[in-house]
C-alpha cells in the first residue's frame, strides 16, 4: 500500500509539473530581481513564521484566502481589493482575515525591491510557507502571477457554498478542472478551519425540519456541540472547530479522521463520508499517511488557476487597490 500510494504521489507531481508549465510560472521566479542579494521567499517565510509566533490561526486565514480568491477569477489577488461591490463585501467572504498580514508582507518587500513582486504570489507563497511550519507538507510553489485589475462580488456565486450536496459540488469543482478526489484533498484545509453555529443549528436541532438532530452525525458529538458549543438562546453566534480542538492548529489527517468517525460539523462534511462517489476517499485519507503528498499537489494545483501575465494583469503598490 505504501510502495503504491509513494508512486502515486510522484506520478500526480509529475503530471502537475508538466500541466503547469503552460501558466507562465517559475519556481525562483524572484532569484536575483530584488536586488543586494535580497530574497524574496526569505523574506515571505520570515513574516509568517514572525506572524505564527502570537498567532497561529493565520494558516486558516491563509488557506481559506488561496481558495477563496484562485477559485473567483483565478489567482490574481482581487479578494485584496477594497470598494463597495469588490469580493470582500461578497457574504461568502465575510469570515476571511488575514489582509492585514498580506498588507505587511507587501510593505517589506516594497520597501527591499519595490514594484517586483505581485500580491498574488505572496499569497500563494505564504500559504505554502504556513502550511509547512504548522505540520503540512513542504512544496514548491512556481511563481510569477500578475495582479488582477478588477474585483466584483457578483462572481464569488462560483464559490461552493457549506450546504452544497456532493454531486453539485463535484460538478462546481470539476468546471474549474479539479475531478473528485482533487477536491476531497482540498478539504483537507478544514483541518485547520472553523464554522460558527448558526451555520450548523439546524443539522443539531432541526434537521430536514424534523426537529431532531442530523442521525449521520455521532450521537456524543451531536451532545458535545449542543451542550457546550451551540445551545439554544445563546447569546452569541459561538465558534465551531472543524477537526478535533486538539489538531485545530496543525495540517495533517485529523480533520479526515472526525469525519470517517461521523464528527464532520458542516452538512458537506459529512456527506464526503456517506456520499459513495467520496466514501472511500474520506477513508483512505484517514486511514493512510498519503494526504499530505496529495495535499501540496492539490493547493499547486489551485495556484495555477487562470493565473494573469502579459497585459492580463500588473503588479499593485497596494494590495487594496490598483494601480
Not at 30 to 38: L, S
Request: hydrophobic share 40%.
Amino acid at each position: 500500500m505504501q510502495a503504491a500510494g509513494g508512486r502515486c504521489a510522484a506520478l500526480l507531481v509529475l503530471a502537475w509539473s508538466a500541466w503547469c508549465c503552460g501558466a507562465q510560472l517559475a519556481e525562483k521566479y524572484y532569484d536575483g530581481k530584488c536586488g543586494n542579494g535580497t530574497s524574496v521567499e526569505a523574506i515571505i517565510q520570515g513574516a509568517v513564521k514572525a506572524r505564527l509566533a502570537w498567532d497561529q490561526r493565520i494558516v486558516a486565514g491563509l488557506l481559506h484566502m488561496q481558495f477563496h480568491d484562485c477559485f473567483v477569477e483565478g489567482c490574481d489577488a482581487s479578494l485584496l481589493l477594497d470598494g463597495p461591490s469588490s469580493e470582500k463585501t461578497a457574504p461568502q467572504n465575510s469570515g476571511i482575515f488575514g489582509f492585514d498580514f498580506i498588507d505587511d508582507v507587501k510593505s517589506l518587500l516594497e520597501a527591499q525591491c519595490p514594484g517586483v513582486v505581485s500580491c498574488a504570489d505572496i499569497i500563494i507563497a505564504a500559504t505554502r510557507d504556513a502550511v509547512a511550519l504548522c505540520g503540512g507538507p513542504s512544496y514548491s510553489v512556481q511563481l510569477g502571477r500578475l495582479d488582477g485589475k478588477s474585483s466584483a462580488a457578483w462572481m464569488c456565486s462560483d464559490l461552493p457554498s457549506p450546504h452544497i450536496g456532493i454531486p453539485k459540488a463535484i460538478d462546481v469543482f470539476a468546471k474549474k478542472g479539479f475531478n473528485a478526489f482533487e477536491m476531497v484533498t482540498l478539504m483537507g484545509a478544514h483541518t485547520v478551519g472553523v464554522t460558527h453555529c448558526s451555520v450548523i443549528m439546524d443539522r443539531l436541532f432541526n434537521f430536514n425540519g424534523t426537529g431532531a438532530t442530523d442521525p449521520s452525525m455521532d450521537p456524543g458529538y451531536a451532545w458535545v456541540l449542543k451542550t457546550f458549543a451551540c445551545p439554544k438562546g445563546q447569546p452569541f453566534d459561538n465558534i465551531v472547530y472543524l477537526d478535533d480542538p486538539s489538531s485545530i492548529l496543525t495540517v495533517d489527517k485529523s480533520y479526515f479522521k472526525q469525519i470517517f468517525l461521523g464528527r464532520g460539523v458542516l452538512p458537506v462534511d459529512q456527506e464526503l463520508r456517506d456520499d459513495p462517489t467520496t466514501g472511500w476517499m474520506i477513508k483512505f485519507f484517514a486511514t493512510t499517511d498519503f494526504f499530505n503528498s496529495m495535499f501540496g499537489y492539490a493547493l499547486n494545483k489551485l495556484a495555477a488557476l487562470d493565473v494573469k501575465t502579459g497585459a492580463d494583469g500588473e503588479i499593485r503598490t497596494n494590495c487594496r487597490v490598483t494601480n
